[in-house]
């Protein structure tokens, strides 16, 4: 069992950045893969980037590529978005995913509540 929970969001400026964190507990969290998620209203959860267990590969999609980094620290239990040059459109909840190494919703069993970012133009 792994449970999630997501902190770092908030009101920024286009240009500007955040971190997002995504703190872990369970045995087996760092052992799992990672992901981020995010999603606006009346649209589907799309992928933002995972990252293996032992950080040895990282995926990004195509709109974030560049922008977004995502980093974790196994001993502290944490996950990292990075978020730079952060856009009007990048504005959504933000999810973190544990138990896959996918870019698809259903591949992924353990969700946080999300974490809200809007970037204002």
């Known amino acids: 069992q792994v449970q999630l929970v997501e902190s770092g969001g908030g009101l920024v400026q286009a240009g500007g950045s955040l971190r997002l964190s995504c703190a872990g507990s369970g045995r087996t969290f760092s052992i799992s893969e990672m992901g981020w998620f995010r999603q606006t209203p009346g649209k589907e959860r799309e992928f933002v980037g995972a990252?293996?267990?032992?950080?040895?590969?990282?995926r990004y999609a195509d709109s974030v590529k560049g922008r977004f980094t995502i980093s974790r620290d196994n001993a502290k239990n944490t996950v990292y978005l990075q978020m730079n040059s952060l856009k009007s459109e990048d504005t959504a909840v933000y999810y973190c995913?544990?138990?896959?190494?996918?870019?698809?919703?259903?591949?992924?069993?353990?969700w946080g509540q999300g974490t809200q970012v809007t970037v204002s133009s």
């Open positions: 990252k293996t267990w032992n950080g040895g590969n990282t």
């Open positions: 995913a544990a138990g896959a190494w996918s870019t698809k919703v259903a591949d992924y069993r353990y």
